[in-house]
């Protein structure tokens, strides 16, 4: 029903000058889980990449990558697939090719290019944000075959802490530029006042 919707409200319609510049500028890389941008890891190094995919930083953690082999194990052993959810894994896998834009990266190499004059497309110009939806549910899966493979309680609560630990220890980087980019830092006066103006304002000023 939505892209119906979406019709008779004229979201595919390139008409007037409501558009733009920035789709295939604005993509995220084929790179983007395993990438800790800007030095953000302590225990991978940063992989290149063009300008303008910083929005698209989805770098999972060592953490979340040591949840894999579970949720394989819990794939393979239970089968779980849940054709119910067939359109949830549809609608993901669209959204991260969204968010590759007409410009797909693997690094800096481009692999493929194709024209995207299309008035959806620079309505939605910073595509590489849409990979933040499969990285959700991937994150969400992976907790699900967490719980569904660990049935101990306390043997899933000690994985959790230890799996907790060693991503907040391989992502402190991150944390610690998050805490210098919005913490307010402590303004430093360039002078002491001078007293001699604040004592003659008295003889000038009834009122202050």
Not at 80 to 109: E, H, R, T
Not at 118 to 147: D, E, Q
């Amino acid at each position: 029903m939505m892209p119906v919707v979406m019709y008779f409200l004229g979201y595919f319609f390139n008409y007037g000058t409501g558009q733009s510049s920035g789709f295939g500028y604005f993509c995220a890389n084929l790179q983007a889980f395993i990438n800790p941008m800007l030095n953000t890891s302590l225990f991978f190094p940063s992989l290149e990449q063009p300008d303008g995919q910083l929005g698209g930083y989805a770098y999972m953690g060592l953490g979340i990558f040591m949840m894999f082999p579970v949720a394989f194990y819990y794939f393979w052993r239970y089968k779980a697939f849940d054709k119910k959810l067939i359109p949830l894994y549809v609608s993901m896998i669209l959204c991260w090719l969204f968010s590759l834009s007409n410009n797909v990266y693997w690094g800096k190499q481009l692999l493929f290019h194709f024209d995207a004059d299309f008035a959806l497309f620079h309505i939605f110009r910073a595509s590489n944000r849409y990979l933040w939806l499969p990285f959700y549910a991937i994150l969400l899966y992976l907790l699900v075959a967490l719980f569904r493979t660990v049935k101990r309680p306390r043997l899933r609560l000690v994985f959790l802490l230890f799996l907790l630990t060693v991503q907040l220890v391989d992502t402190f980087p991150l944390i610690t530029k998050l805490h210098d980019a919005f913490m307010p830092k402590p303004y430093a006066y360039g002078h002491e006042l001078d007293k001699k103006f604040w004592l003659n304002l008295g003889e000038k000023y009834q009122h202050m």
